[in-house]
């Protein structure tokens, strides 16, 4: 682990301790890298789950009797 030194906003540094019910600077901290990271997973997932989607929905396009019996 890396010793950081960094400058903080105090208004945000107290809204976001709140926010992820922590005392402390380092517990918010990570808490709030852990909430991006899950979230950036998340839509990773969100979006791999779209794009199976549409992968099957095209194949359906390409199916001559899927497409004959939409248009019937």
């Keep these: 682990m890396t010793k950081r030194l960094i400058d903080i ?3 945000l540094l107290v809204a976001a301790q709140e926010a992820a019910g ?3 600077i380092k517990g918010t901290v990570t808490e709030a890298l852990n909430r991006l990271v899950e979230q950036q997973r998340r839509r990773e ?3 791999r789950e779209s794009w199976a989607q549409l992968g099957e ?3 359906d396009l390409q199916d001559d009797d899927v ?3 939409a248009w019937s």
């Design 57 to 59: 929905a095209l194949v």
């Design 45 to 47: 997932q969100h979006l």
């Design 9 to 11: 906003d105090d208004e």
């Design 22 to 24: 922590q005392d402390s």
């Design 67 to 69: 497409m004959r019996r």
